[in-house]
């Protein structure tokens, strides 16, 4: 069974920077796709970004305005979400998780199709 151990999480000023990593254990990750994903109180978990198998493909929710990037370390078997210019919306708890895409697909952040997750990690941006 996949294992994973997110960390990096914390209290952090308005503007300030964060990076999370998501560390895997028991299985061979660099047969699936990394995603990282978030989820508010009262509301619904959503895409963050996420990171294709062999890292040459990577997209962003809209709403990130190109603060976050994504990326990841095969030989170390962890990603990575490196989050700048942090915003009070940005208070979440962050999973990662993954998904063996067939290779017709094209990679998604869509929370419906990945299927091991982490346990989260809370990230707080205060005013």
């Known amino acids: 069974q996949p294992q994973f151990v997110e960390s990096g999480g914390g209290l952090v000023q308005f503007g300030g920077s964060l990076r999370l990593s998501c560390a895997a254990s028991g299985f061979r990750s660099d047969v699936y796709d990394i995603g990282w994903f978030r989820q508010a109180p009262g509301k619904e978990r959503e895409g963050v970004s996420c990171?294709?198998?062999?890292?040459?493909?990577?997209n962003y929710a809209d709403s990130l305005e190109g603060r976050f990037t994504i990326s990841r370390d095969d030989a170390k078997k962890t990603a990575y979400l490196e989050m700048n210019s942090l915003k009070p919306e940005d208070t979440a708890v962050y999973y990662c998780?993954?998904?063996?895409?067939?290779?017709?697909?094209?990679?998604?952040?869509?929370?419906?199709?990945?299927?091991?997750w982490g346990q989260g990690t809370q990230v707080t941006v205060s005013t």
């Open positions: 990171i294709s198998r062999d890292g040459s493909t990577t």
């Open positions: 998780a993954v998904y063996m895409r067939a290779p017709w697909q094209s990679l998604s952040c869509d929370a419906s199709v990945y299927y091991y």
